[in-house]
């Protein structure tokens, strides 16, 4: 079975910081998906960005990136220039890839505050 | 693009009654869709797993007739929640993937949820 685990349940960073949350994950699989959502006051779960876990190259979306250490089952994301719309609760999430959709696994998220 | 529709968005019924729960993907056409249960600062967790014209499957631990899944075309989803009682009140979460366009790579894309509030 495959876990994920996301140590800190709160974070808080200034505007127009940047700020780094962590995810480790736990699976015997060699070929996955690694994803963050973001899930703002309104609930709905957006997806920031994800990774495929044959591709060494970190992936990036705008002001979001991850620092993807495979050995290392760790799986961060840097949010760069934060802005007072990224204050929301972040999930990091694994998918197996089976070559179609897949159920996805939740760590217990990171509840990030943006402050002026 | 990628846009999954839930509805309704919040519903408040009486103890003993079932509500139905829709879930449709707007612009491609979903071949899996998945239920998810969210408790209050808590995370999602998966319910059940539905393929168009087959049978969901349900996570251990969740009562297939107590929660009732259709997945009966490429666009919807409902899953109905029989005899509702207090402990059934929860945010409920769908998400649906396809294989092409949009919805394809492996990417799951969520509806806004049900928040059931059961009296």
């Known amino acids: 079975a495959q876990t994920v685990t996301q140590s800190q349940p709160e974070m808080s960073v200034q505007d127009a910081e940047t700020v780094t949350l962590s995810c480790t994950y736990d699976?015997?699989?060699?070929?996955?998906?690694l994803f963050w959502y973001k899930q703002p006051p309104s609930r709905q779960m957006i997806l920031v960005i994800r990774?495929?876990?044959?591709?060494?190259q970190n992936a990036t979306e705008n002001r979001f990136s991850v620092n993807f250490q495979k050995a290392a089952k760790s799986f961060s994301l840097k949010i760069s220039d934060s802005q007072l719309g990224d204050t929301a609760m972040y999930f990091c999430?694994?998918?197996?890839?089976?070559?179609?959709?897949?159920?996805?696994?939740f760590g217990t998220g990171t509840r990030l505050q943006v402050t002026l | 693009g990628a846009v999954v529709s839930q509805h309704p968005s919040w519903v408040i019924c009486k103890s003993g009654t079932s509500v139905k729960i829709e879930c449709r993907s707007l612009d491609f056409q979903a071949t899996t869709m998945f239920w998810y249960r969210q408790f209050p600062k808590q995370s999602l967790m998966l319910m059940a797993t539905?393929?168009?014209?087959?049978?969901?499957?349900?996570e251990q631990g969740v009562e297939k007739d107590k929660f009732l899944i259709n997945h009966a075309s490429l666009t919807l989803s409902t899953l109905t929640v029989t005899s509702a009682h207090p402990e059934d009140s929860s945010f409920y979460i769908c998400?649906?993937?396809?294989?092409?366009?949009?919805?394809?790579?492996?990417?799951?894309?969520f509806g806004a949820g049900t928040r059931l509030s059961v009296l």
């Open positions: 539905s393929n168009e014209g087959s049978k969901a499957t349900y």
């Open positions: 998400s649906a993937s396809g294989t092409t366009g949009e919805g394809a790579k492996n990417i799951q894309y």
């Open positions: 699976t015997s699989e060699n070929n996955y998906y």
């Open positions: 999430a694994f998918m197996i890839n089976t070559g179609t959709a897949s159920k996805l696994t």
């Open positions: 990774q495929e876990a044959y591709k060494q």
